[in-house]
């Protein structure tokens, strides 16, 4: 038994997390009490997660009120992922052109943090994401390093 590893895992890590104020630990135990529910759950989960989206998109910003307007689609159509089907594609055109459209009336622009995708394509694309999306974010790459073997606290080899 390594005793830092456990140490780290159930001390340091904790405390630390507190001290920045960061839920990342609590979003990780939600992650990890529900990676082995029944696939309908999930799918209901990813649905009402979905619908929720949407209807938030539609509200807060101008992009998809128009998009959403243009189709002749309500947030409210979307009952199912059959009828998500109906609504447009996001392009990366649509990122590039239409960024500040996109971004929810609800947050304050200078609180966001700008990422950029790797442009694998010839040219990155710049999203926003707030602070709990970024903790979101933090525990889903715990609980994937946690998928290869590797626990929390327990040394990693990096070049």
């Known amino acids: 038994?390594?005793?830092?590893?456990?140490?780290?895992?159930r001390?340091?890590?904790?405390?630390?997390?507190?001290?920045?104020g960061s839920p990342y630990l609590r979003c990780y135990e939600a992650l990890q009490c529900t990676q082995y529910d029944h696939p309908d759950t999930i799918r209901e989960s990813q649905l009402q997660a979905v619908r929720e989206l949407l209807r938030h998109a539609y509200?807060?910003?101008?992009?998809?009120?128009?998009?959403?307007?243009?189709?002749?689609?309500?947030p409210e159509d979307v009952r199912s992922f059959d009828d998500f089907r109906a609504?447009?594609?996001?392009?990366?055109?649509?990122?590039?052109?239409?960024?500040?459209?996109m971004v929810s009336?609800?947050?304050?622009?200078?609180?966001?943090?700008?990422?950029?995708?790797?442009?694998?394509?010839?040219?990155s694309v710049q999203v926003f994401i707030d602070e709990p999306a970024q903790q979101w974010?933090?525990?889903?790459?715990?609980?994937?390093d946690e998928w290869s073997g590797w626990r929390l606290g327990e040394?990693?080899?990096n070049s």
């Open 1 to 9: 038994m390594d005793l830092m590893a456990l140490t780290v895992r």
């Open 11 to 20: 001390v340091i890590a904790p405390v630390w997390a507190r001290w920045e």
């Open 59 to 74: 509200d807060t910003t101008s992009f998809w009120q128009a998009r959403l307007d243009w189709s002749g689609l309500r």
């Open 87 to 101: 609504v447009p594609v996001l392009t990366k055109g649509d990122l590039r052109g239409h960024a500040e459209d």
């Open 105 to 123: 009336n609800h947050y304050n622009r200078a609180a966001l943090h700008s990422r950029k995708t790797s442009g694998s394509t010839g040219v």
């Open 137 to 144: 974010k933090r525990a889903c790459t715990l609980r994937a």
């Open 155 to 157: 040394r990693v080899a």
